[in-house]
Structures are given as C-alpha cells and as structure tokens.
Nanobody, 123 residues
Framework: QVQLVESGGGSVQPGGSLKLSCAVT????????MGWFRQAPGKGREGVGV????????WCADSLKGRFTISQDSAKNTLYLQMNNLQPDDTAMYYC????????????????WGQGTQVTVSS
C-alpha cells in the first residue's frame, strides 16, 4: 500500500553535507506518519527524527540537533533529511519509514520501510 524510495546518499569528508530524499507513493488517501532512521554496521537501528502529532520534528538524539533538519514537500510527496557537518559516526544506512500511527524513535510503529541509502563519512 505504501512504497518509499530513498535517494541522495553518498560519500563525504567530515564536515560535509548531504540531503536525502524519500519519495512516498501510497494507494490510500489516508495520511501516513513519517520518520528517518539509520543503522550503522554492528549497531541496531537508530531513530534520527520523526514527525510528531503537531507536524513538528522530534529528534531522537541531542547530537543530531543543530546539524540535521527534516522538511517535506507535500506537492512532491517527498520527505527530506538535510545533514550538515557530517562526522564518521554518522556513517550508516539511512532509511525513511512510514506507519499508520504516529512514528516514534524506536521505529516500532513503522509499517513500511524504504530500501535505504548509504551515507559514508570518512577522510
């Protein structure tokens, strides 16, 4: 019912920036709840930021605040993740997710996942 396609990943040096996109295709007229997540090698899935009930952004780690921003383009049905001042610890596969209920940082409520886009930060 829902398809998500991420793009925009790549390799950058520390301090660099990337903007990820998540194109959303749905087959229903119902609003879905979105979030960005990531998973580094050897680690579990980590929430990045999720859209809360007031359409604000709930950041899942303090270290992400001030460096990352989330925005959306309703006309294009696309969710974005702008990442600035990237550091090696940001290296991960980044996923967008969608669910029928409000997303949380744990990702437990996510019903649909994209294929992911790789972000690699190294010198």
């Amino acid at each position: 019912q829902v398809q998500l396609v991420e793009s925009g990943g790549g390799s950058v040096q520390p301090g660099g920036s990337l903007k990820l996109s998540c194109a959303v295709t749905t087959h229903t007229g119902r609003r879905i709840n979105m979030g960005w997540f990531r998973q580094a090698p050897g680690k579990g899935r980590e929430g990045v930021g999720v859209i809360d009930t007031d359409l604000g952004i709930a950041w899942c780690a303090d270290s992400l605040k001030g460096r990352f921003t989330i925005s959306q383009d309703s006309a294009k049905n696309t969710l974005y993740l702008q990442m600035n001042n990237l550091q090696p610890d940001d290296t991960a596969m980044y996923y967008c997710g969608a669910g029928n209920i409000v997303a949380t940082c744990s990702g437990s409520s996510i019903d649909y996942w994209g294929q992911g886009t790789q972000v690699t930060v190294s010198s």
